[in-house]
Structure formats: structure tokens, C-alpha cells
Nanobody, 126 residues
Framework: VQLQASGGGLARPGDSLRLSCTAS????????MGWFRQAPGREREAVAC????????YYSDAVKGRFTVSKSTYMDTVYLQMDNLKPDDTAVYFC????????????????????WGQGTQVTVSS
């Protein structure tokens, strides 16, 4: 299984960035694909994900209304459009894929990750 992530970089508050992640070689009944992030000194947290078979999307409260998950039509590539970036969004972002049955969308978005992509740094600073 490979998760190839790209995007990220340096942005100013209010700017936008886009991450992409292409998955290959996985076999799951109902995969969920999305992003976690980890800032220095903080736990890794799920921020956004998509259920691939029906394209339902879920977001953490911290990014809801600012981040958008979408999927390419013909490939298992998922995008994370990050708008109105804030300094608190600064973190290493990890693409991750897991099973729908593990997805929890309560106060804290989470799902069990079967495979991780490499991290990509997002820095928001003026």
C-alpha cells in the first residue's frame, strides 16, 4: 500500500493551500481516507476525511468551514483544500487510510489508521 502525499508549504494567515494524497495497492471494503496533523508538543489529531464509496466528508471542529475534502473522479486521489489558514493550523499533515467501521464523528473526529502517508509540513505565519 502506498499513500503519496504532496502540497503544503508556507502560508500567511488567511491564505490557502492544498494537499493531495493518492492511494494505491489497498484493498478495503469501505475505505476512509483523510488527514491527520501533529503540531510540536501536541497529539496527532484527525482533521478531515472522506468515505470513498459515497464521498461523505467529515471535519474536526477546528477546521470545519475552512477546510474542504474532495476526490478526483478516476483515481483514489483525495484533496484537502485549506482556506483561511490560521497560525494554529501549523503542523505536519499526514495522509491516512482506514476502514469506515472505525470512523467516529462525535466531539472528536477519529478513525483507526491502517496505512499512513509521509508527512508534509504546513506552516502558517505572518
Amino acid at each position: 500500500v502506498q499513500l503519496q502525499a504532496s502540497g503544503g508549504g508556507l502560508a500567511r494567515p488567511g491564505d490557502s493551500l492544498r494537499l493531495s494524497c493518492t492511494a494505491s495497492g489497498f484493498e478495503m471494503d469501505y475505505p476512509v481516507m483523510g488527514w491527520f496533523r501533529q503540531a510540536p508538543g501536541r497529539e496527532r489529531e484527525a482533521v478531515a476525511c472522506m468515505v470513498l464509496y459515497n464521498r461523505s466528508t467529515y471535519y474536526s471542529d477546528a477546521v470545519k468551514g475552512r477546510f474542504t475534502v474532495s476526490k478526483s473522479t478516476y483515481m483514489d486521489t483525495v484533496y484537502l483544500q485549506m482556506d483561511n489558514l490560521k497560525p494554529d493550523d501549523t503542523a505536519v499533515y499526514f495522509c491516512a487510510i482506514g476502514e469506515l467501521r472505525t470512523l467516529k464523528t462525535g466531539p472528536k473526529l477519529q478513525y483507526e489508521v491502517d496505512h499512513w502517508g509521509q508527512g508534509t509540513q504546513v506552516t502558517v505565519s505572518s
